[in-house]
């Protein structure tokens, strides 16, 4: 099996690590780095449980081969925690109780994360248009996208306190 070296940023640690060519990002995270936030779903890109963050962009890691990683950064969710200190989305998603079997939500937490990024005020359509590739078979939807409002609220309040 050909190998090739990576140096690669996860959640603010740098790696480096020699992986298999055909080795997947998201077997990378789990299998290598423990990283048991990222699931496994439909492995072909359709289901979003597997989502993280490369350099700023969410990807579906089951698609992206590790060896494209090198100088490359990731995000997780493990990632996302600072501090000890629950990410205000992580807490908007437990206080708005959008997480039933827990399956999705680390995919769906990180997707989030990247549309806030982008629509730090989003609407519900924009949250239903940048989220329609996480699917979630318990919630409905409605409480995860009542938590990306809750979130984006509470990201304004951490950033007026923080002025």
Same mark, same amino acid.
């Given at each position: 099996m050909r190998t090739v070296d990576i140096e690669v940023t996860v959640n603010g640690e740098v790696y480096k690590k020699t992986v298999p060519v055909n080795q997947t990002l998201l077997r990378f995270l789990r299998e290598d780095l423990f990283l048991n936030s990222v699931?496994?779903?439909?492995?072909?890109?359709?289901?979003?449980a597997c989502t993280?963050?490369?350099?700023?962009?969410p990807v579906n890691s089951c698609l992206v081969l590790?060896?494209?990683?090198? %100088?490359k950064s990731v995000l997780t969710a493990e990632g996302l925690a600072q501090d000890g200190k629950l990410h205000?989305?992580? &807490? +908007?998603?437990?206080?708005a109780g959008a997480v039933q079997c827990g399956y999705c939500?680390?995919?769906m937490l990180m997707s989030a994360v990247a549309l806030l990024n982008t629509y730090p005020h989003p609407t519900r359509d924009q949250i239903r248009k940048e989220m329609e590739?996480?699917?979630c078979?318990?919630? %409905?939807?409605?409480?995860?996208?009542?938590?990306?409002l809750l979130a984006a609220d509470k990201m304004d309040a951490?950033? &007026? +306190?923080?002025a």
């Open positions: 699931k496994e779903g439909c492995d072909e890109g359709e289901c979003g993280v963050i490369v350099d700023g962009e590790a060896a494209e990683l090198d %100088g205000p989305l992580q &807490e +908007a998603f437990l206080e939500t680390p995919g590739g996480n699917i078979r318990c919630t %409905g939807y409605a409480r995860i996208a009542d938590a990306i951490q950033k &007026e +306190a923080e």
